[in-house]
Nanobody, 126 residues
């Protein structure tokens, strides 16, 4: 069982930056693939970024590539999402998720993740 707690959300102006953190419980964090998803009001949840268990491989949605960076610190059981050049369309609740496989198959698909955090609100004003 893994429990995930996100933090770092807030209100920021367009062009600004935020850094989200996701703290995980459990001693097997380093074996989990981690992902970030987001859901805007009235829209479906969408993939944002993911990182392999080792941190060697990262994956991004086209909409955030070049602006967002996912990273992890296995010693601290934490995954991060650095968000730069934020746009109003980035406004959403951001969720951290974990999956207990090292495979990259389906890494962009939410239903293949086993554990989810409660979410943190990110609001970007224009």
């Amino acid at each position: 069982q893994v429990q995930l707690v996100e933090s770092g959300g807030g209100l920021v102006q367009a062009g600004g930056s935020l850094r989200l953190s996701c703290a995980a419980s459990g001693r097997t964090f380093s074996s989990y693939t981690m992902g970030w998803f987001r859901q805007a009001p009235g829209k479906e949840r969408e993939f944002v970024a993911a990182i392999s268990w080792s941190g060697d491989s990262t994956y991004y949605a086209d909409s955030v590539k070049g602006r967002f960076t996912i990273s992890r610190d296995n010693a601290k059981n934490t995954v991060y999402l650095q968000m730069n050049s934020l746009k109003p369309e980035d406004t959403a609740v951001y969720y951290c998720a974990a999956r207990g496989t090292r495979s990259s198959q389906g890494i962009r698909v939410g239903r293949y993740y086993d554990y989810w955090g409660q979410g943190t609100q990110v609001t970007v004003s224009s």
